[in-house]
């Protein structure tokens, strides 16, 4: 997802490797991914254009599941402010439901024969307007509801890993009573070890798996020195969604994989899945095998939204 939200919104050495291979679908099984997911950031410009032409296009490439970023109307002010900053470096201003109601997008993704099991939101407004969430989720037909990346100032220390896990916890607590789960994606920070200890296993060990989903992004992941396919191996269970993309070489952030400038630097190494050097069908048979339930495409900045989504596709239907 393009770093400048990630950074103004604040939703907020590897360690593994070596997983072994697991095979991919054979001809005549249950395909790998029944229902294909999009991350909506892929193409903003696409749906700020003509929403409902955008939608028809997703729908036909053959996607069935969209998960959508932030700001909504009911997001703090905080959140609308930092969008708008954000936007002046950016090539499009929608967000949300893209200029719609909630009730109005969902009648717009049943139309086209969509679904929306998953949104990212920052972390303030789900820690002050909650009901309001939980609402807006109830309409869109969404499970899982929460954060891109953790704010860098809660994320210094592995302390600050285990209050936040605390905080997941509580949040997730909350949400439970209205039958959703609140959604952690790490961006690929907390993957090196700190004194011995890998930040980001403090977390996952520390967050009560009945209330918090986790969701990886394959190319953070191993831009963070970490193999995709051996952390879903570690912790089977614990991942529910998934974000593929592919890697052109293998490259590694030049610090901790923290800051925006690390992100960006990186930028121009994304491709579609099945075009770089990751073994994204290995990954897939992996993610399936530790019960991931949502696989999503996202290419952050893509040249071509609708060649990579077409690329994208076709790849993962092969699997």
């Known amino acids: ?9 604040q939703l907020g050495g590897g360690a593994l490797v070596g997983a072994c291979a697991l095979p991919v679908a054979h001809a005549g099984s249950q395909p790998a991914i029944p229902r294909l997911g999009l991350q909506l950031f892929t193409v903003p410009t696409l749906l700020e254009k003509d929403l409902e032409a955008g939608l028809r296009q997703i729908a036909q490439i053959g996607y069935r599941e969209l998960e959508l970023y932030g700001p909504y109307p009911f997001s703090v002010p905080s959140a609308h402010e930092r969008w708008r900053t954000v936007t002046a ?3 499009f201003t929608q967000s949300g439901y893209f200029g719609r109601t909630a009730q109005q997008f969902r009648a717009l993704l049943d139309r086209n024969g969509l679904s929306s099991p998953s949104m990212h939101i920052d972390l303030e407004t789900l820690q002050q307007k909650l009901d309001a969430t939980v609402e807006a989720a109830h309409v869109l037909g969404q499970r899982h509801v929460g954060i891109a990346s953790l704010p860098e100032e809660r994320r210094r220390t592995p302390d600050d890993y285990r209050r936040a896990a605390d905080d997941f916890n509580e949040l997730g607590a909350r949400m439970a009573k209205s039958g959703l789960r609140f959604l952690y994606h790490n961006h690929g920070y907390g993957l090196a070890p700190v004194n011995g200890q890998v930040p980001l296993r403090l977390l996952i060990e520390r967050i009560d798996p009945s209330v918090v989903s986790l969701e990886m992004d394959v190319f953070w992941t ?9 952390l879903l191996d570690a912790y089977p269970g614990r991942y529910k969604l998934i974000h593929l993309k592919d890697m052109k070489e293998r490259v590694r952030f ?4 923290g800051s925006p400038s690390q992100w960006v630097k990186l930028f121009p190494y994304m491709t579609d899945a099945g075009q770089g050097v990751l073994d994204v069908a290995n990954i897939v048979a992996h993610a399936r095998k530790a019960g991931v339930e949502h696989f999503i495409v996202e290419h952050d900045q893509a040249a071509d939204p609708l060649g990579a989504l077409r690329a994208n596709q076709k790849f993962l239907a092969s699997l």
């Open 89 to 91: 470096m950016l090539n």
């Open 254 to 257: 030049d610090g901790d994989g």
């Open 222 to 230: 191993a831009a963070g020195g970490t193999e995709p396919a051996a």
């Open 1 to 9: 997802m393009l770093t400048n939200r990630r950074t103004f919104l």
